[in-house]
């Protein structure tokens, strides 16, 4: 199926989403801001780039767009246009996140992906729900968490 936009008017499209900083990571951030959590933001030297690190914890947390990350939520449809390139694109994107998970447990760090779909959608959770699940996940010996809302 053929784009319903020009290729420049995709390309100017597609540069303006934001990989750092987003909606669902701002929403986590300050929530757990507010719950009396200090994190360090996008930590370059360890495997990811973890969107957010408590050293204090040694806890790792990913908020995942589902489309990027190609989660298998509602939220998450491939796209008709270039099917090959959308493919290739969201496999590459989660054997990176494999990658990083397996590299930041081999080096004793624990990590937790929390799901846009978990922050809206069909299947939205509440955010003190939210934090509170990554507060119980902190204070324990549990290695890994997943929040989804599906």
Known sequence: MADIVSKEKRSQMMSGIKSK????????RSALHGAGLRF?????????????VLPKYRAA?????????GHS???FKMPRSRPEFWNSKIR???????????KLLENGWRVATIWECSLRGKGKLEVPGIIE??????????????ISGC
């Not at 947390?61 to 990350?69: D, S």
């Not at 989660?94 to 990658?99: F, I, T």
């Not at 699940?133 to 290695?143: A, E, P």
Request: charged share 25%; aromatic share 6%.
């Open 133 to 146: 699940m990554i507060q119980i996940w902190i204070n324990s010996d549990q290695q890994v968490l997943e």
């Open 73 to 75: 939520c509602h939220m």
């Open 21 to 28: 900083n987003t909606k669902p990571e701002l929403i986590i």
């Open 92 to 102: 590459r994107n989660q054997e990176v996140d494999s990658e990083a998970l397996r």
């Open 61 to 69: 947390i990913f908020v995942n767009g589902c489309f990027w990350h």
């Open 40 to 52: 360090r933001l996008h930590v370059k030297d360890l495997p990811g780039k973890p969107d957010l």
